[in-house]
């Protein structure tokens, strides 16, 4: 994305806020509390997986880039409709690396808040997790594959919900609608 590109963009009209990190951060969770608190759409990233990423996760294999690559291109043309139809949106996505964030960073308008927690928190925040197809053995796959940003908000897990809401609402409104780079 360049800066004149940039430049081209309406500030506050459309806008995509992706909630990234790995199973069991909260991604889900906060994402929904966010879009009510924000009166905005939520996406569940989830919902994209091709049948055969699930069942791979169901398995407790991991996915590679070249099945996340589909997945991310489907979620990826959702934010160009979103922007396009000027939908204010936060997007759960897990988001893993960096290259997987530059797929899905079209413009300026699209940003990306990393929850971030301890391995002992999110084991057992997904063991207690009911009725998911991801239950907690693919974390340390997750966090081996996870690539920490350069770039956006990194919010610690280790809070209530609605301070982790406050947080980004308060970033939000301090950042407008400034460029971000996708790393
Ligand atoms: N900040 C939090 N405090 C306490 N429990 C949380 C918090 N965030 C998420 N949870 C719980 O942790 C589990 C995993 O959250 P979830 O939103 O499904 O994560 P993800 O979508 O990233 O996999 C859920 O049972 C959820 O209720
Ligand atoms: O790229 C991936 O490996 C997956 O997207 C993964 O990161 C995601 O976390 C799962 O889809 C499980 O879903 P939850 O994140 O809701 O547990």
């Not at 759409?41 to 055969?52: A, K, L, W, Y």
Request: charged content about 20%; aromatic content about 6%.
């Amino acid at each position: 994305m360049t800066t004149e590109a940039c430049s081209r963009q309406p500030i506050n009209r459309g806008r995509v806020i992706i909630l990234c990190g790995v199973s069991g951060s909260g991604k889900s969770t906060v994402g929904q509390a966010l879009a009510k608190r924000l009166g905005w759409h939520f996406i569940e990233g989830d919902s994209f997986h091709p049948h055969t990423n699930i069942a791979k996760m169901q398995r407790n294999e991991p996915l590679n880039d070249s099945d996340r690559e589909p997945w991310l291109y489907r979620l990826r043309d959702e934010i160009k409709n979103c922007l396009a139809q000027e939908n204010q949106t936060v997007l759960a996505c897990s988001a893993l690396k960096a290259r997987y964030r530059a797929i899905l960073c079209l413009d300026c308008r699209v940003n990306f808040v990393f929850l971030i927690g301890k391995h002992d928190l999110l084991r057992q925040r997904l063991t207690q997790r009911a009725q998911h197809f991801m239950g907690p053995d693919l974390l340390n796959s997750q966090l081996d594959t996870l690539e920490l940003p350069q770039h956006g908000l990194i919010v610690d897990i280790n809070q209530p919900v609605p301070v982790i809401v406050e947080l980004i609402v308060s970033w939000l409104a301090s950042k407008k609608n400034g460029c971000q780079r996708p790393g």
